[in-house]
């Protein structure tokens, strides 16, 4: 058996992934692939990695909370995702991006010390992850977390070398969030693990949230009318969209964080695309390319 890790990361993906395999349960149950609710194992796993303190469960332990996560289903491969696993919110940012992962990325992979694992990360340019995750820290508190904060230091390459040097025997699968919408079906594919010749339903939310009614309507009767052969036509397809139909409030993105100037802005996204360049060549890490 292998358990599936998807890390993340915050302000990224929202469960869309979990919730598309979810509504395709029952055709990766047949390839032996289990997709558990959430609600079976996140607040189950922040327990027992607490209760381990860093150690490894014994087979009495993995074998008990396996029961509780996937029950009597036969499984090869059981994918788990939740965007706290290497932290939270409030702390995503502290001390760089995700500056404890690697402890907890080996932290969850010890409660199943005898089964093989994988890591999945989609990570996202740094002048629009930071001003989301504060976002996202103050719907549960008043916390500010970006005050006395330099971005510039803040490396996405840092939070995978982390993960790699705990789990050195573990793969990670990487891929920029806004390359999403392009790649959506790959990133699907490499986190389930399903054959190729199977077709998942439901996997348009994304695009349903980044084109304007007409143009999800139009694109959905297109691709139905005809279907791409192959990632490179899907990509042409999704593209000449959102070229034509993405709505307004997603091609531009206020500048509203106090403090911050367009310079900056422009600062942190040339360092994010030489951060992207450099995570690209580091061994242990597939990367997943629009």
Known sequence: MRIIYHLGAHCTDEDRLVRCLLKNRAALAEQGIAIPAPTRYRKLLRDTSIELKGGAASAEMQGAILGQIVGEQAADRVVLSWDSFLGFPTWAARDGLYSYSGERALSF??????????????????????????EKVLTRSTEDILTGLDPRGLLWSDTVRRILHHCPNVPLTVWCDEDTPLIWNEVLQA??????????????????????????TRMRAYVAAHPPAGAAQRRRVITAFLERFQRADQVTVEL?????????????????????????????????SA
Request: overall charge negative.
């Open 109 to 134: 992979t010890q409660i199943f010390p005898f089964l093989d694992a994988e890591f999945h990360l989609a990570i996202r340019n740094p002048a629009t992850f930071l001003p989301a995750l504060q």
């Open 191 to 216: 986190v389930s693990g399903h054959s190729p010749d199977i077709s998942l339903t439901d996997t348009d939310e994304l695009m349903s949230l980044l084109l304007t009614p007409e143009g999800f």
């Open 256 to 288: 509203d964080t106090p403090g911050w100037t367009q310079e900056l802005v422009d600062d942190l996204t040339a360092r994010y695309h030489a951060d992207v360049a450099l995570i690209r060549t580091m061994p242990g890490v597939r990367f997943i």
